[in-house]
């Protein structure tokens, strides 16, 4: 949203307390005729939290709205960088449901499902039954090694998007995380799916449409 970014800051103040606001990404100080106040940065969208493997909210992304003009990244982590505030930390997104099948799986998940992309995790978590988490960034690949160490499952599945991995840089890190696994004792193997489909979220919303 555009307006109430205002309120939303004076929310968080109440909550922390200014001195712990003024640390929070996203939260920046705005100058005007009647004075300072604090506001909320980022481009207007949809705000999608950033949840580490405690469960904390660690980061937000916004994914800006389909008829933002502006070229560039659809999803950008809110921050307050510009403004000579804090800068958003780039994190493991582990969805709350995958937290769940992680933490409460006897013996261990029988899988955990890597792939890139916040919502991506979450709708995969969703539609597939699977634990699912995911990296802000195909550099990034060597967070997922902290989130199979921690839960131990039976097996890890890279499942990065087909039309990205067509792409040599890409193709490199999905391997070298599969390595990296492997090497740390880990089943694990990489995902391939009907190529029409761009990514695992694509497919499965397909197959329970039956269009697969």
């Not at 999608?48 to 502006?70: E, N, S, Y």
């Not at 995958?98 to 916040?118: H, K, M, Q």
């Not at 696994?181 to 329970?208: Q, T």
Request: hydrophobic share 45%; proline share 5%; net charge positive.
């Amino acid at each position: 949203a555009v307006e109430g970014r205002a309120r939303l800051a004076r929310a968080v103040v109440d909550a922390v307390g200014e001195e712990i606001a003024r640390r929070v990404p996203g939260i920046v100080q705005r100058e005007g005729d009647r004075g300072a106040w604090l506001s909320f940065a980022g481009s207007p969208g949809v705000l999608v939290p950033c949840r580490d493997m405690d469960g904390r909210i660690a980061a937000l992304k916004v994914r800006r709205r389909d008829d933002d003009p502006r070229e560039g990244a659809r999803y950008l982590y809110v921050t307050s960088a510009k403004a000579g505030g804090a800068s958003a930390p780039s994190v493991l997104h582990v969805p709350e449901l995958a937290r769940e099948i992680l933490d409460n799986a006897p013996g261990g998940a029988a899988r955990l499902v890597v792939t890139e992309g916040e919502l991506k995790a979450d709708v995969v978590s969703a539609l597939s039954g699977d634990a699912v988490c995911s990296i802000p960034g195909v550099g990034s690949w060597r967070l997922a090694l902290d989130a199979a160490a921690r839960w131990r499952p039976r097996a890890v599945c890279v499942a990065l998007d087909m039309d990205a991995m067509r792409n040599p840089v890409v193709a490199r890190a999905a391997d070298s995380l599969v390595n990296a696994l492997r090497a740390a004792g880990h089943a694990a193997s990489l995902a391939r799916w009907n190529p029409r489909f761009k990514g695992l979220d694509d497919y499965l919303v397909a197959r329970r449409r039956g269009e697969v």
